[in-house]
């Protein structure tokens, strides 16, 4: 007999991934915040007219910082599925992935800072000298 699973096309997979960022959009406020300043990135960036290499690392940096997110959510449902009592190791589970998040969000702040910090230097002081990396 087969695998009920293995009945599964590329469309149900495709739906289960959707209905997990859904599920982290709805659940997750951080996830909410750190989507909608990628936005804001993203609307930056078109708007200081970036060059392919500075859309690469925003594009990766918001990417990390969502990914990292959803890994976050994962690992909290999943420790609070397996424990309802307060243990060391589930909490230090709980903040080793809140902790990566919080890396990737800052990598994620210093490469913007990179990227757009010279660009509006440039805009405000009309055209001023600004080290360039």
Known sequence: MRDPESKRTFYHSLWD?????GFTWAAERNF?????????AIVMGISLHINRREWLALSICILMVIMAEMFNTSIEVLVDLVTRKKKYRAMLSKDIAAGAVLIAAFNAALTGGIIFIPKIWLILTGGGFFLEF
Not at 17 to 21: C, D, E, K, P, V
Not at 32 to 40: A, S, Y
């Open 17 to 21: 991934a959707l209905r997990g960022i």
């Open 32 to 40: 909410r915040i750190h989507t909608m300043m990628g936005v804001l």
